[in-house]
């Protein structure tokens, strides 16, 4: 090596141990310590190699320490897709990252409650108590391309959350993420169940936080009386009024979240402006062409549903639309042989399933109508886009563990069957305890916003 470049080279190692001690003291000076972990990941990807000027890598630095004394960011690991971050991933103030676009990476550090940690997990989605084998599905999380998704902190959302009342409406999706979040909260605060044949309510006592589930199939009112030519004892969905089991008690919700679609796939007819419009395998051939499937009756009816919600005058929280869970049936649906068997990990590659981008596409349509429908008021719907990410999570449903039965069949016959699956629901603790880390930066940046 020649003398110039081994000048060069002391003088560069010199300027970067000067800017590690300036920045240690400046640290000091502001009452707190540079975490050890944000150098080691800083100087091991090449902060300073010269690569970026003092300032910049500066800035990289003091944003690392800021999200470890935070406490809310758990790093991938080192051969994770995600590894090494940049200042912009660094940096805990998500405001303006998109939380829905990004990958999945393994974490070894484990899920967030274990199935024998929470005594509220249904036996259904117990995937674990239910004989699944492998395990590698509860150890994957989501890391936004721009940003980084902290790691729920259970006391820190029942502090947010003091006082304050979270809803769960929908279908039995809905019930599946509220059992997550309970979960997860379960871990640092016992709840007391208040709840009733109505609802469920679950009430953590050390900051008065309350849980409640509503069941809501179709987020519309729904009745089984004649209506026109659709016979009594048929389930009539009406488009375009909202569901009153839940809306008379909607000014006493801090946030709700509303869960929907996959009803969409039942059979029933759809009432708008008291006409039969259209029908789910059930439409009588006298009565000529449908006017609206089911599909188009699932968007008209999100519309209907957030804009009473925006619209109401009493009501003062946020509402949180979460989009279409994705579900994985392959060879057929739920009742029509279709199976998820022998999947352990996200798929690279979202297969594209029509139905699903269809119902997405519709819900999100109505989400927008309704923002505009409601004026100023329209702020207080947000969109929970998670549609796409976990269509990538083939893995993460219960399949044919969805049973403690020991005699329970998991392979397919001599006839090629497959064993009963349930490919919509989650296992638990698993996928569906990353839809509550976002929940919770999304009740996290409007409170701070």
């Not at 089984?224 to 009594?232: D, G, L, R």
Request: some cysteine; glycine content about 8%; charged content about 20%.
């Amino acid at each position: 090596m020649t003398a110039p470049a081994v000048a060069g080279g002391i003088r560069q190692w010199l300027s970067a141990v000067a800017l590690v001690l300036t920045l240690v003291v400046i640290s000091l000076s502001a009452g707190s310590f540079l975490p050890r972990a944000s150098l080691r990941v800083y100087l091991t990807t090449g902060a300073f190699d010269g690569s970026k000027n003092d300032a910049a890598a500066a800035a990289d630095l003091l944003l690392s320490e800021k999200a470890f004394q935070d406490g809310q960011e758990r790093l991938p690991e080192q051969n994770a897709p995600s590894a090494t971050m940049n200042s912009s991933e660094a940096s805990l103030d998500t405001g303006s990252c998109d939380l829905y676009r990004g990958e999945w990476f393994s974490d070894s550090s484990g899920p967030l409650y274990t199935n024998s940690s929470c005594p509220l997990i249904t036996k259904t989605q117990n995937c674990q108590a239910n004989g699944r084998p492998d395990k590698g599905y509860e150890n994957w999380r989501w890391k936004p391309e721009q940003c980084i998704l902290p790691c729920f902190d259970a006391r820190k959302f029942l502090e947010l959350m003091r006082g304050k009342t979270l809803a769960f409406v929908g279908d039995s999706v809905a019930r599946n993420q509220m059992e997550s979040l309970l979960c997860i909260l379960w871990q640092v605060d016992t709840p007391v169940n208040n709840g009733t044949r109505r609802m469920q309510k679950w009430i953590f006592r050390s900051t008065s936080t309350t849980i409640i589930r509503i069941w809501s199939s179709w987020l519309v009112h729904k009745s089984i009386e004649a209506v026109e030519f659709a016979p009594n004892g048929l389930d009539k969905v009406f488009l375009d009024i909202p569901d009153e089991t839940f809306m008379e008690l909607l000014p006493s919700f801090d946030v709700l979240v509303l869960s929907s679609g996959h009803w969409f796939a039942k059979r029933s007819a759809y009432i708008l402006n008291g006409n039969v419009v259209g029908g789910q395998l059930w439409w009588p051939r006298e009565a000529g062409k449908m006017q609206m499937n089911n599909v188009a009756s699932f968007g008209v009816s999100v519309e209907t549903c957030l804009t009473a919600v925006a619209t109401n005058p009493n009501f003062k929280g946020i509402a949180i639309l979460r989009t279409y869970s994705p579900d994985h049936y392959e060879g057929g649906e739920w009742n029509t042989n279709g199976s998820c068997t022998g999947k352990v990990k996200p798929l690279d590659e979202a297969v594209r399933n029509g139905f699903t981008n269809t119902m997405y596409e519709k819900q999100v349509a109505g989400f927008r109508k309704a923002v505009e429908n409601s004026g100023v008021r329209g702020a207080k719907l947000k969109l929970m886009d998670i549609t796409k990410p976990f269509a990538l999570r083939v893995d993460g449903h219960p399949g044919p563990y969805r049973s403690a039965d020991p005699n329970k069949k998991t392979q397919r016959g001599p006839d090629g069957k497959p064993p009963p699956q349930d490919c919509l629901h989650w296992c638990m603790p698993g996928a569906v305890d990353t839809w509550n880390e976002m929940l919770f930066e999304t009740i996290r940046r409007e409170h701070a916003g």
